[in-house]
């Protein structure tokens, strides 16, 4: 049973489009997180859910935009998308004031052509 | 968020033991000391965890100096599997990842 999970795991689409990334976790965590990791491997933190309220958003543009329909899912919507978009997106989880011992998905790989 | 220095790169030969050194002289009183590890394709997965004293786990061991601007992070006896990006991360309510360190095993 996988603890973290996203889907796709892969994602090719064409410059101007929409597209959603999904993520579960089924660990009953009450916060889930959204990682980029860019073409020169560094990973940074893009949102934090917690129990369905946004409590990180790190200057990301306002075509991404997360929905927490409950505790256990959290969904990145993306649009009018450009290339320099093209990543791979992790998604995490983790319970009450552990904040920083998280559980990672194993990514969606994007690629804007 | 405190900076971070890590070598770029280490390597070891499997069975041997492993230390993967990390400075962190701006780190507060208050952040704990975080490392994962991000194997080859996959998500970042969490090793380990201390504050002030040395912690032991089934994956690594922590040993943190007792000014707590440096740590180590210890693989008793590395293998082929551990050969991974090691993250060592400062802090309280953000993991703030850093270039790491490319670890190596050699068989």
């Known amino acids: 049973d996988t603890a973290v999970s996203q889907t796709p795991k892969y994602l090719v689409t064409q410059m101007g489009n929409d597209k959603s990334i999904k993520c579960e976790q089924n660990?009953?965590?009450?916060?889930m997180y959204w990682y980029k990791q860019d073409s020169k491997k560094f990973l940074k933190i893009m949102f934090s859910y917690n129990n369905k309220e946004l409590i990180i958003n790190e200057t990301v543009p306002n075509r991404f935009s997360p929905k927490s329909p409950d505790k256990a899912h959290l969904n990145l919507h993306i649009n009018s998308l450009e290339l320099g978009d093209s990543a791979v997106y992790f998604c995490?989880?983790?319970?009450?004031?552990?904040?920083?011992?998280?559980?990672f998905g194993a990514g969606t790989r994007l690629s804007v052509l | 968020d405190a900076k971070t220095t890590q070598p770029n790169s280490m390597e070891s030969n499997e069975e041997e033991p492993v230390h993967l050194p990390c400075n962190h002289s701006t780190i507060s009183g208050t952040d704990y000391i975080h490392w994962y590890r991000q194997l080859p394709s996959q998500g970042p997965e969490y090793v380990i965890h201390g504050l002030t004293s040395n912690v032991n786990n089934r994956m690594a061991s922590l040993a943190i100096a007792e000014d707590r601007k440096s740590s180590t992070l210890i693989l008793h006896r590395a293998t082929l599997r551990d050969a991974a990006v090691y993250y060592c991360?400062?802090?309280?309510?953000?993991?703030?990842f850093g270039a790491g360190t490319i670890l190596r095993v050699k068989s």
């Open positions: 991360i400062p802090g309280r309510n953000k993991l703030v």
């Open positions: 995490a989880s983790s319970y009450g004031q552990l904040k920083n011992i998280q559980y």
């Open positions: 660990l009953g965590h009450d916060t």
